[in-house]
């Protein structure tokens, strides 16, 4: 038994010993053949015989088994190991402010539509009564290809795509990436997300846009939240203004509770949020549109702002290198 090491070895002996013509059968048989006298004690003895080897026989069963699953085990999966708990995902944290934001525009009437960010130089900035000597229009400031296109500097373009498109009224808003040639920092990046918004009927006015964008804020940011409009110039809307909304970080005072200046906001209580006006007459024209009939408003968002005013996070880059454990911590 001690040689015997495979299922085939295994039945070989129970033939040798216990077959139809095996030893043991056949000294069982033999039983008849003795003196009657004798026939007990041989039965005996041929019975305990039989008991031990087919012990053995299973035992040595048991043992092949054994180690066949430990061979195949040794190559292959623990079906036995406990298993490591699975870890569920998040959204990032820049397209869940991005879905919260269009979500709010959508629950309010507005289409969420998205655009290239390959566009021509007419509707990136000619449409847009961006002159020619304009400095954005220069390499330095954008990314031109070879054909003579660019990448997308704002998602402003699709004010006038959108327009020349469909006839007024106008409600949407379109998220996208945008593309300037700036040096990464704590602020700035080649490539970030804007959340542009238009809308156009008739007696439109900038009141509008101020309850709109305090809805907003007061959404993403909480219900304390109020907006300010700073004079500013776009060339594609008159007049213009910069948004700024209420510092979270300090709730609008400008400082902390230990006495020192809020570094959300540098003390001034306001964080500025992008560019917004009414849209320029001469961009309703260019859009088929009768400036004398609607009027409209527009606005565009950083939504790496956005992100990181709700997050408190004050480098943009911690949006861009997607360390798991940083994103499990915004989830
Ligand atoms: N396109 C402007 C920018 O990228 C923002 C803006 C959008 C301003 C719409 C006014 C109206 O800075």
Known sequence: MAGVDDEAGLEAVRVRFLGRSGEITTLRRGIGALPPAERPD?????NAAVESLEAM????????????????LATSIDVTFPGAPSRAGSLHPLRRTLEDACGYFERRGFAV??????????????????????????????????????????????????MQANPPPIAIVTPGKAYRRDAVDARHSYMFHQLEGLLVAP?????????????????????AQTVRFRPSFFPFTEPSAEIDTTCPGCAGSGSLADGNACRTCGGSGWIEMGGAGMVHPGV????????????????????????????????IRVLFENDPRVLAQLA
């Open 42 to 46: 041989a039965g005996k003895v041929i």
């Open 284 to 315: 309703l024209r260019e859009s088929g549109y009768d400036p004398d009939a609607v009027s409209g408003w527009a606005f565009g968002m950083g939504i790496e702002r956005l992100a990181m005013v709700r997050h408190g996070i004050d480098d």
């Open 57 to 72: 026989l299973t035992e040595k069963s048991r043992e092949l088994g054994r180690r066949a699953l430990d061979a195949a």
């Open 113 to 162: 539509v998205l655009g290239n960010e390959i566009e021509t130089e007419y509707y990136n900035f000619d449409a847009l009564n961006i002159p020619p000597d304009h400095p954005a229009r220069e390499g330095l400031d954008s990314f031109y290809l070879r054909s003579g296109a660019l990448l997308r500097t704002h998602t402003s373009p699709m004010q006038v795509r959108t």
């Open 203 to 223: 007696g439109i006015h900038l009141g509008h846009l101020k309850g709109m964008l305090t809805g907003l804020f007061r959404e993403l940011f909480g219900p």
